[in-house]
């Protein structure tokens, strides 16, 4: 009766480490695709506010080339 209790302990001690593991495992990836996520999100503002600013210089670079006109019509 103890021989069988004694390997009734290792068969649930030896599962439930694999079972720590396994767990473990899938905590780590689901970390790091909800880290991926949110790199994904910062870098996707970054993109948009580049793109604003490039727009607003395409602008600014119009009016330049605008008031340079006027200037070099001016002399």
Do not use: C, H, P
């Not at 009766?1 to 480490?17: D, G, R, S, Y």
């Not at 790091?32 to 395409?58: D, Y």
């Amino acid at each position: 009766m103890e021989k069988i209790k004694k390997k009734w302990i290792a068969a649930v001690t030896v599962a439930l480490v694999v079972l720590f593991f396994v767990g473990n495992k899938k905590y780590e990836d689901y970390q790091q695709r909800k880290q991926f996520l949110q790199i994904t999100v910062a870098l996707q503002l970054v993109s948009e506010n580049l793109n604003k600013g490039n727009t607003a210089l395409a602008r600014l670079n119009t009016y330049d080339k605008t008031v340079q006109k006027v200037i070099n019509s001016v002399k």
